[in-house]
């Protein structure tokens, strides 16, 4: 059982930067493949960001390149995610989720994931 907590959230100007955390208690997040969703009110869950299950390969929903970066801790229980040069549009809840069983086709498959955190607001506004 895998249990994650997001934290970071908050309100920010559009041009401005944010970095969220999800940290997992219980176990290291070796394994799995992690991933950041995003769901604004009225709109689809939307993929923001993942790891591979090695950890080894990051992937980028194409709204977020170039702006959005994932890091981890070296003990593997957090993953972290800057988003630099935000804009309104960036405005959503936060989630990030784990699986074992997502493959790197499938890393912004929603439900491919089987752990999710209760999600944290991220408010882009002037």
């Known amino acids: 059982q895998v249990q994650l907590v997001e934290s970071g959230g908050g309100l920010v100007q559009p041009g401005g930067s944010l970095r969220v955390a999800c940290t997992a208690s219980?176990?290291?997040?070796?394994?799995?493949?992690t991933a950041w969703f995003r769901q604004a009110p009225g709109k689809e869950r939307e993929f923001v960001a993942g790891?591979?299950?090695?950890?080894?390969?990051?992937y980028y929903g194409d709204s977020v390149k170039g702006r959005f970066t994932l890091s981890r801790d070296s003990g593997k229980t957090t993953m972290f995610l800057q988003m630099n040069s935000l804009k309104p549009e960036d405005t959503a809840v936060y989630s990030c989720?784990?699986?074992?069983?997502?493959?790197?086709?499938?890393?912004?498959?929603?439900?491919?994931?089987?752990?999710w955190g209760q999600g944290t607001q991220v408010t882009v506004s002037s």
């Open positions: 989720a784990a699986g074992r069983g997502v493959i790197t086709s499938s890393i912004g498959s929603a439900p491919q994931y089987d752990y």
């Open positions: 219980g176990r290291t997040l070796n394994g799995y493949a």
């Open positions: 790891y591979s299950r090695t950890g080894g390969y990051t």
